[in-house]
């Protein structure tokens, strides 16, 4: 393997180096030709001189954008300005061409069409930053949890249990669907005849396996795909997305807004240091001011406000939402929105949500009204963070399950948990896609993840 053009890029002046990579222009000049190789390690390209002494010249000169070599020659201090170093050419192999309609060329494209070339736009300079930090990201997180003793628990893809409990699942079966489907005495697809003899999802939520493992090893995470059939094509909902979902034992909603403020604030930190030149990249070309964001949000608290609060700002704040806000009313993008970025202006907790609208395993609070659930919203973004502190009380746990209509069979060993050595806990869900757009000032979600899967587009 030879070094990647990062590595390259950061070394001395020294004779006879191989680079490799994709070209990302090129450019004649009298009798030499410039050629930008880049293999996505780094943001810049290493800048490769081919004189017309070299074997092949005309060939090479005719070379299309998109092309990849591989170029032998002594990396020399660059004599023009724009970069440290250069690469003398003594032989440059062609190893695959790119055809003249290589879609990639030298110019803005916008991420509208570069989604119908997701195959390609990896090679994109976007693109390689915003896959870069990804990976950066979750590297950051797993260290974040590594370094506190946190656990990280595989919880199950395929399952027969809902937990938000909204219905939004794709279904998973062997069924034949262009056949005759068994039936029921009662006429409903018998899906004790199915695979699992039993219907089963894709999982919207690692949670309730979660908080299994929670209360065995105290502190835990899990970090995997994520599935909702929420017919919501919006630039901030995804059919398949990742979440990090802590979960802990021994712990209150304040334990668990103090760990997502940590955690929150530790890895864009860690990003920062990490991918210092893609953050630039973005702050030039995609969110003005976003190196300023993120520095001033490692540096502060987050604010926090009761729902009850929130619904009376926005009742005050004289702004003409298109719905209206009233108490038990679901706070729509625009209220959250108006919340963090023109009342506080920087993260905000919202806590005590009316209960009827979070999720069943949420802890009722004492005034009877509301759970003691927590949203992180965030300027530009919204809702970054769910969790809750969670329903530790069996009683309490079986009404609401009464109250929002759940099979409690299907649920038996979630209540059981609460039979045996059941402690207060609590955690919340990061989406990794969300946490990525408001690090990259991405404004779709389609282009932050490599191939999204959103209402009527499964491709690639
Ligand atoms: O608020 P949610 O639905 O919470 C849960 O799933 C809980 N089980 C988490 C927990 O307490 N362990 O989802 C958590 C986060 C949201 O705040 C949002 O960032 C992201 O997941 N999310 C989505 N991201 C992309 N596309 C979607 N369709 C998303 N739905 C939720
Ligand atoms: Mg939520």
Redesign the pocket.
């Known amino acids: 393997m030879t070094e990647t053009i990062k590595c390259i890029l950061a070394s001395e002046p020294q004779p006879g180096i191989v680079a490799e990579g994709w070209l990302r222009t090129t450019r004649a000049s009298k009798n030499v030709v410039f050629l930008e190789l880049n293999d996505g390690s780094c943001l810049e390209s290493l800048q490769a001189v081919v004189e017309a002494s070299t074997p092949g010249f005309a060939e090479i000169a005719a070379l299309g954008v998109g092309s990849a070599v591989r170029v032998q020659g002594d990396l020399i201090p660059s004599p023009a300005q724009g970069q440290r170093v250069e690469l003398k050419a003594a032989s440059v192999e062609i190893v695959g061409q790119a055809g003249a309609d290589y879609p990639l060329q030298k110019k803005r494209h916008s991420f509208e069409f570069l989604r119908t070339i997701a195959h390609l736009r990896p090679r994109a300079k976007t693109f390689g930053a915003v896959f870069r930090v990804r990976h950066a990201l979750q590297m950051a997180i797993h260290r974040f949890f590594d370094n506190r003793g946190f656990i990280q628990v595989h919880s199950p893809i395929i399952t027969a249990s809902d937990?938000?409990g909204?219905g939004q699942m794709f279904r998973v079966t062997t069924f034949d669907l262009d056949g005759q489907l068994p039936k029921d005495d009662a006429g409903k697809v018998d899906f004790k005849r199915d695979f699992f003899e039993t219907a089963t999802s894709l999982t919207?939520?690692?949670?309730?396996e979660?908080e299994i493992f929670a209360l065995a090893f105290k502190n835990v995470y899990?970090f995997g795909p994520?599935f909702?059939a929420?017919n919501?094509n919006t630039s901030?909902?995804?059919?398949e997305?990742w979440?990090i979902?802590?979960?802990m034992a021994f712990c209150d909603l304040r334990g668990d807004m103090a760990l997502a403020q940590d955690f929150i604030q530790c890895i864009v930190m860690e990003v920062l240091e990490r991918c210092g030149e893609d953050i630039d990249f973005f702050d030039q070309w995609i969110e003005k001011g976003l190196r300023k964001k993120l520095e001033a949000l490692v540096k502060s608290s987050f604010e926090a406000m009761t729902y009850t609060e929130a619904v009376a700002a926005l009742a005050k704040s004289g702004k003409s939402f298109e719905y209206q806000v009233s108490w038990g009313a679901d706070l729509q993008s625009e209220h959250e929105r108006y919340l963090t970025e023109e009342l506080v202006g920087r993260p905000l907790f919202v806590i005590d949500y009316p209960k009827e609208i979070k999720?069943f395993?949420m802890r009722q609070n004492d005034d009877d009204k509301t759970v003691a659930a927590m949203?992180?919203l965030v300027p530009q973004?919204g809702?970054?963070?769910?969790?809750?502190q969670r329903e530790d009380r069996l009683d309490r746990l079986e009404a609401a399950m009464d109250r929002f209509g759940l099979d409690k069979q299907t649920y038996w060993w979630y209540l059981d948990l609460r039979r045996h050595g059941g402690v207060p806990h609590a955690?919340?869900?990061?989406?990794?896609?969300?946490?990525l757009m408001y690090l990259t000032g991405m404004q779709n979600?389609r282009d932050v993840i490599p191939f999204a899967r959103v209402p009527g587009s499964a491709e690639f």
């Not at 919207?204 to 309730?208: E, K």
């Open positions: 937990c938000e909204a919207v939520s690692g949670q309730l979660g899990t994520t909702r929420e919501s901030r909902h995804a059919a997305f979440m979902e802590p979960e999720a395993y949203d992180l973004v809702e970054i963070i769910g969790g809750s955690g919340f869900g990061l989406g990794f896609e969300r946490a979600i």
